[in-house]
C-alpha cells in the first residue's frame, strides 16, 4: 500500500496509559480520513461510537493497545479486499498489500505477549486476524482462538456499521464484556437406552433434527430429538424402536418443556410425525417468543440469541462432527438461554403477557397457517396480464437503456428429419434466428448504474450502503429514500416496476409444465415485528394490494369471505391517549373519515360530498398522505418529496391538520420525551418497546398505537378460536371479558395488520358477523372502557368483500 500510494500516512498503534494498561488489544480495519489526518486509529466518527461503547461496557479506552489490520487510509476508504477496489487496485495486489502490512505491522504486536483478550472489530479483523470466513454477523460474539498466538479474542461489529444500524449498539457493548471461556460441552450423543431411560426430569429442553429436510421439507422425517436438564448436559435421543417409546414417555410426564420456536414448529412437528405429545397442564416456553418480547428490536433466531447471553462459539454451519453433537448443541443452547432470559421476562413484567397471550396466539397463527388460503388458479393470468401492461406503460417513464428491448439471437432447436450439418452427417439441432426480451431495469447493475454513475442520463447520487451486509444496494429501502429525497419520475416508476415484478414472481407466478397453486399456507411470526404486530411469510399476505385479492376464495362452493376490520384504529387510539376530547368526539361519528374532514377543511367543499381517490393530484389523497404522515412524525419537507406535494401547500397542509389536533401534538411531544428519558414504553396491556437509537421520536409515535391494537385484535382472535387450539376457557376469561367460539365450520383465515379475513358457509355469514361484532367492540378496561367500532363485509373473494 505504501509503495502504491506513498503520500498516505503511516497509522500507528495507540499505546495504553502504562498505569491502566489492560493488557488487551482492539484490532480495526483500516484507518478513515480523520485517522490518517491524526495519525491515531479509531478518531473519527467511528472512533466516537467506539468511545461509546468501551464506556458501556465499563472498558478504560487509555487501558488499551488499539491498531488496524492496515496501518494507511486505503483510497475512498474502500478495503482492498472489497470487490469496489478493483477500481485502484489489481486483487492479487490487494492481497500482497494486506499481507504485507499485516505480516510487518500487525502479526508483531500480537507475538509481543500473551493478551488478556483481542477484540476484533469488523470483518476484515475476524477474517485476516481471527481467519474466520462467513461474516461479522455469524462470528461476533464467539470466543475465538487466535492463529498462531495463544491469545484468544472475540469479534465484534464495526462502528461505522453500527451507525447504519443502531439496534445493534448494545449487542456490541455486550460483546465488549463476555466471558473468553467457553462453556463445556457433556454432550452424549450416541446415548445408551439405559442412558434414556435413566432421564427422569420434568423440565428440560428439546430440539428435534431432520437431517433431509433441505430435499424433503416439511415431509421430512424427524430422525433424532436432543434433550437437555442441566446446562452443558446433552442427549441425542434416536427415533426408532425402544427409544421412541421412551421418547414418548419424557414428554408424556414433562410438567415445563423449552425450545426455540416449538410452538409453532418443534411441538406440532413431533405429534404430527411421532406422535409425541405433551398432556394439557405442561408449561411450554418458546425462547424465541421470550426473547421477542424483551428484544423485539433484535434477530432471534437461535444462534443469534445464544451469542447474546452464553459464551457458545457459533455452531450453526459446522456439522462436521455429524448431526447428534449439533442437536446436543442447540438443545443445550435452548436450554441455557430460557435460564437467562426467564428471570428477565418476569423482571420486566412480561410474564402474565407471554403465558397469557402470546402463547395461545403462536398456536392461532399455526392453525391459521395449516388452513390456508385457497387461489382461484384462472383469476392469476387475469391479474397477471393486467400486470404485465402496467408495466409496459411504466417502463415509458424510465431512460431508454432501462427499458425493456427485444435482442436478436440464435435458438437452439430440433433439426426437421434429414437435416445435414456442415460435415454432411445427419444432426440433432440447429440454430434459428430468434428474439430474446431482456428487461434492464430489473438488473441490480443496471440500476446501481443509473442510480448512481455519472453516465449520461443517470442520476449521480451518492450509493446508498445496505447496513446488514455493507454492500451498495438498489433495493426497495434504497428507492423509497432517493424518492422521497428527488422526487424523481424515474425513480418513483422504478420503485413501482419492482414491486410489480415481486407479485408477479411470487402471488401471481405461473410455470409451464407445473401444477398451478391453489392454495397458499402463509407463516404467520408472532415475533416478526418490533411493536409485536404479526408479520406474515411465503408468502407475505400483509402486504397484498387489493388489485390482485380477488384471486383468494373460499374453499367450498357456496360459502363467501368475510373480513372484519378496526375502523381507524390507531387514530382512535392515538386521540384516547392523548386526551384529545375534540377529536375522540369526531371519531366517534359513525362513517367519519379523518381524511375527508381535512380535505374539506382545505378545500372547502362540504365532507358529504368529499370521494375517495387515489388519485394523487386529489385533495383526499393529499389530506391522507397528511394525517397519515403527522401520526408518524412526519415533516412538511419530507412528505413534500415522498409524495410529490408542493412545499408551500405541504406546510399549509400540516398546519391546518395539527391545528385541528393541538393536544395530540402536544401528547406527541410528552411521549417522545418520555421515551427519551426512560429509554422504554409500555402500553396498557404491558408490552414494551426499547428505544437507544436515532429513529426515537418516529418510532414512539408508532408504538402506542400499533402495539396497542394489535394486543387488542390478539384477545379477539383469542375469544374466537380458543376452543380450536385446546386453551382453556379459565385462561381466556384473563384476558378478555367477552369471549365466543367461532362457529363451525367457519374459518379465520389470515391477520392482516388491524383485520381479520375468514371464510363462513352462506348460510352461518349472519350469525358469524354477529359473534364477531360482539367479541370486537366489547369494551376493554384496560382502555378505561373504551370500545372500538369495526368494520364488517363479505364477498365471493377477498378482492371482492363489500
Known amino acids: 500500500m505504501a509503495r502504491l500510494f506513498p503520500s498516505n500516512n503511516f497509522v500507528r498503534p495507540q499505546l495504553p496509559n502504562p498505569d491502566k494498561d489492560l493488557n488487551r488489544l482492539l484490532i480495526g480495519e483500516a484507518p478513515g480520513q480523520e485517522e490518517s489526518q491524526a495519525e491515531q486509529p479509531f478518531v473519527g466518527g467511528s472512533g466516537r461510537v467506539l468511545n461509546n461503547l468501551l464506556r458501556s461496557a465499563g472498558v478504560a479506552r487509555e487501558g488499551l493497545t488499539i491498531t488496524n489490520c492496515l496501518s494507511c487510509r486505503p483510497p475512498d476508504n474502500v478495503f482492498p479486499s472489497d470487490r469496489e477496489a478493483r477500481s485502484y487496485i489489481s486483487k492479487d495486489d490487494a492481497e500482497k498489500a494486506i499481507k504485507q502490512c499485516y505480516n510487518n505491522h500487525v502479526r508483531p504486536l500480537i507475538k509481543s505477549r500473551k493478551w488478556n483478550r483481542i477484540d476484533l472489530v469488523g470483518d476484515k479483523a475476524l477474517r485476516i486476524v481471527g481467519g474466520k470466513f462467513g461474516g461479522i454477523s455469524k462470528w461476533r460474539g464467539s470466543p475465538l482462538d487466535i492463529p498462531e498466538t495463544s491469545s484468544k479474542g472475540i469479534a465484534i461489529m464495526h462502528p461505522s456499521y453500527l451507525m447504519r444500524d443502531q439496534t445493534m449498539l448494545p449487542v456490541a457493548a455486550n460483546d465488549l464484556t463476555k466471558s473468553l471461556d467457553e462453556p463445556p460441552e457433556h454432550y452424549k450423543p450416541f446415548p445408551s437406552i439405559e442412558d434414556v431411560r435413566a432421564f427422569k426430569a420434568t423440565t428440560f429442553a428439546f430440539d428435534l433434527e431432520e437431517p433431509k429436510y433441505r430435499t424433503m421439507g416439511r415431509h421430512a422425517p424427524i430422525e433424532m430429538v436432543g434433550l437437555c436438564a442441566t446446562a452443558t448436559e446433552a442427549l441425542c435421543v434416536p427415533t426408532r424402536g425402544e427409544y421412541l417409546s421412551e421418547l414418548k414417555r419424557i414428554f408424556r410426564n414433562a410438567v415445563a418443556v423449552i425450545g426455540h420456536n416449538c410452538l409453532q414448529y418443534d411441538l406440532p412437528e413431533l405429534q404430527e410425525k411421532l406422535d409425541i405429545k405433551i398432556n394439557s397442564e405442561c408449561q411450554v416456553w418458546d425462547t424465541m417468543l421470550l426473547q421477542h418480547l424483551v428484544c423485539p428490536d433484535l434477530p432471534h433466531d437461535l444462534e443469534f440469541v445464544a451469542s447474546q447471553f452464553l459464551s457458545k462459539p457459533a455452531w450453526k454451519d459446522d456439522k462436521t462432527q455429524g448431526w447428534e453433537p449439533y442437536c446436543c448443541r442447540d438443545t443445550d443452547a435452548s436450554y441455557q438461554v430460557w435460564q437467562e432470559l426467564l428471570p428477565m421476562v418476569e423482571r420486566e413484567g412480561l410474564g402474565q403477557l407471554y403465558r397469557q397471550v402470546q402463547v395461545p396466539l403462536a398456536k392461532i397463527c399455526l392453525l391459521m397457517h395449516q388452513t390456508g388460503f385457497k387461489v382461484n388458479p384462472n383469476r392469476i393470468g387475469e391479474v397477471r396480464e393486467k400486470l404485465l401492461k402496467e408495466q409496459d406503460e411504466l417502463e415509458t417513464r424510465l431512460p431508454d437503456f432501462l427499458r425493456g428491448r427485444d435482442i436478436p439471437i440464435k435458438k437452439r432447436t430440433l433439426a426437421p428429419p434429414g437435416t445435414l450439418g456442415k460435415s454432411g452427417k445427419p444432426v440433432k439441432y440447429v440454430l434459428r434466428d430468434d428474439t430474446e426480451r431482456v428487461i434492464p431495469w430489473r438488473s441490480p447493475t443496471e440500476k446501481q448504474r443509473f442510480l448512481y454513475s455519472n453516465d449520461p442520463g443517470c442520476l449521480g447520487l451518492e450509493p446508498i450502503i445496505d447496513a446488514k451486509k455493507g454492500n451498495i444496494t438498489t433495493g426497495h429501502a434504497a428507492l423509497e429514500r432517493i424518492y422521497s429525497k428527488t422526487g424523481n419520475e424515474a425513480v418513483k416508476a422504478l420503485r413501482t416496476l419492482n414491486k410489480m415484478d415481486e407479485l408477479l414472481s411470487t402471488f401471481l407466478k405461473i410455470e409451464e409444465g407445473k401444477a398451478q397453486v391453489t392454495e397458499v399456507h402463509a407463516s404467520f411470526n408472532v415475533h416478526g415485528t418490533s411493536t409485536g404486530r404479526l408479520s406474515s411469510s411465503d408468502p407475505n399476505l400483509q402486504n397484498i394490494p387489493g388489485s390482485i385479492r380477488h384471486i383468494y376464495v373460499p374453499h367450498h362452493a357456496d360459502w363467501v369471505i368475510w373480513e372484519m376490520d378496526f375502523s381507524g384504529i390507531e387514530n382512535r387510539l392515538q386521540s384516547y391517549f392523548a386526551g384529545d376530547t375534540e377529536r375522540t368526539k369526531r371519531l366517534s361519528i359513525p362513517g367519519f373519515s379523518e381524511h375527508k374532514y381535512l380535505a374539506s377543511k382545505i378545500s372547502g367543499i362540504p365532507i358529504e360530498k368529499i370521494e375517495k381517490s387515489s388519485d394523487p393530484d386529489s385533495v383526499y389523497s393529499k389530506a391522507k398522505h397528511v394525517v397519515h404522515g403527522v401520526d408518524r412524525g412526519l415533516g412538511p419537507k419530507k412528505a413534500s418529496k415522498m ?65 396497542t391494537g394489535a394486543d387488542v385484535l390478539y384477545r379477539v382472535m383469542i375469544a374466537l378460536l380458543y376452543e380450536r387450539i385446546g386453551w382453556p376457557e379459565e385462561l381466556v376469561k384473563k384476558v378478555v371479558g367477552v369471549y365466543h367460539p367461532l362457529p363451525k365450520p367457519s374459518n379465520i383465515l389470515i391477520c392482516v395488520h388491524d383485520s381479520l379475513v375468514g371464510e363462513s358457509p352462506k348460510s352461518q355469514v349472519e350469525e358469524v358477523m354477529e359473534i364477531v361484532s360482539k367479541v370486537a367492540t366489547q369494551p376493554w378496561p384496560e382502555l378505561g372502557g373504551m370500545t372500538l367500532p369495526i368494520e364488517i363485509k363479505c364477498g365471493p373473494s377477498w378482492g371482492e368483500c363489500e
Open 643 to 707: 409524495y410529490g406535494i408542493p412545499l408551500k401547500e405541504c406546510h399549509t397542509l400540516f398546519d391546518t391538520w395539527k391545528s385541528e389536533i393541538k393536544n395530540t401534538i402536544l401528547w406527541q411531544q410528552k411521549l417522545t420525551d418520555q421515551a427519551k428519558r426512560d429509554g422504554f414504553l409500555v402500553n396498557p396491556f404491558g408490552r414494551r418497546q426499547w428505544y437507544w437509537t436515532s429513529d426515537t421520536y418516529t418510532k414512539s409515535l408508532s408504538f402506542p398505537p400499533q402495539a
